[in-house]
């Protein structure tokens, strides 16, 4: 069964960046996009992007676009998301979360990783 | 984007109660609707995908349903562990996006 399993916890100063990974063990890691959620204290869930680690192409969501990227290594089974630029407002439980079918299509998200919380303050 | 809206935000039910959410799309999306179960401190869980599957291992006495613009999952009877945040989530078209959510409360 495949697992994903993310970076420890962070804490960052403003306009600095953090870098968040996400290893998948236990099954096919290329064919299958990650996707990045992300979850504010208190609050629902926002989509920040993907990347489907074969094509190596990432999707981002407009809100992100200039501050984020998100790389795949296939080698060793990881996905990378980096946001740049942080301020307060960044402040959340960062998720990956991977395609429950493969292929380029958008797909639900079967598997989750634990979640990293990424504190941002001066 | 596509804007998913959920109600009711909140929802107080009992134990064995049967429950509804409903989630609504603001353009078509066909089937390609999801849901999902979070509990405190834990990543979500995938419940229903595709608006009407249920994923592999999730109790039947979950079911989803709709499709084009209005969805709804129904919980048949309430357990104890059932008690949770539900989101919808369309995956019709890029950006993917979630409903607000609707919190499960014990009455």
């Known amino acids: 069964q495949v697992q994903l399993v993310q970076s420890g916890a962070e804490v960052k100063k403003p306009g600095s960046s953090v870098k968040v990974s996400c290893k998948a063990s236990?099954?096919?890691?290329?064919?299958?996009?990650i996707s990045w959620v992300r979850q504010a204290p208190g609050q629902g869930l926002e989509w920040m992007g993907r990347i489907i680690p074969f094509l190596g192409i990432p999707n981002y969501a407009l809100k992100f676009q200039g501050r984020v990227t998100m790389t795949a290594d296939k080698s060793t089974s990881t996905a990378y998301m980096e946001l740049r630029s942080l301020r307060s407002e960044d402040t959340a439980v960062y998720f990956c979360?991977?395609?429950?079918?493969?292929?380029?299509?958008?797909?639900?998200?079967?598997?989750w990783g634990q979640g990293t919380l990424v504190t941002v303050s001066s | 984007d596509i804007q998913m809206a959920q109600s009711p935000s909140t929802l107080s039910a009992s134990v064995g109660d049967r429950v509804t959410i409903t989630c609504r799309a603001s353009q078509n999306i066909n089937s390609w609707l999801a849901w999902y179960q979070q509990k405190p401190g834990k990543a979500p869980k995938l419940l229903i995908y595709?608006?009407?599957s249920l994923e592999s291992g999730v109790p039947s006495r979950f079911s989803g349903s709709g499709s084009g613009t209005e969805f709804t999952l129904t919980i048949s009877s309430l357990q104890p562990d059932d008690f949770a945040t539900y989101y919808c989530q369309q995956y019709s078209t890029y950006p993917v996006t979630f409903g607000q959510g609707t919190k499960l409360e014990i009455k």
């Open positions: 236990g099954g096919t890691f290329s064919n299958y996009a």
């Open positions: 595709k608006a009407s």
């Open positions: 979360a991977r395609d429950f079918h493969s292929g380029t299509y958008l797909h639900a998200f079967d598997i």
